[in-house]
Nanobody
């Protein structure tokens, strides 16, 4: 499985940021997908997650109430929208797909390179 993010760029404070992630390869083996972000000078942090079985969704407290994560299974696309952004939302947004290897049954993480979103006021 491979994933690749898109949608980064400049966003004005108060507007919404939207990033997407496309998964390829053996996408049927994906058990969950997660958005992380890494803000300048800080550690990578969890933002939102969705499971492929049942669609359970969770959000980090930092974006809860402002964020929507969604997955289009037919297009193998994961989306994230965060509304009412502030400069504190400036970060590289990274997509993670956890999948199960058919030969061993072990779960493995696939990471994208990230897409940079800069919020200006």
């Amino acid at each position: 499985v491979q994933v690749m993010e898109s949608g980064g760029g400049l966003v004005q404070a108060g507007d919404s940021l939207r990033v997407s992630c496309v998964a390829s390869g053996n996408t049927d083996s994906i058990t969950g997908m997660v958005w992380y972000r890494q803000r300048p000078g800080k550690l990578r942090e969890y933002v939102a997650a969705i499971r492929t079985d049942g669609g359970t969704i969770t959000y980090a407290d930092s974006v809860k109430g402002r964020a929507t994560i969604s997955r289009d299974g037919t297009k193998n696309t994961l989306n994230l929208e965060i509304n009412n952004v502030t400069p504190d939302d400036t970060a590289t947004y990274l997509c993670n797909a956890r999948y199960r290897k058919s030969q061993t049954g072990n779960t493995v993480d696939a990471w994208g390179r990230g897409t940079l979103v800069t919020v200006f006021s």
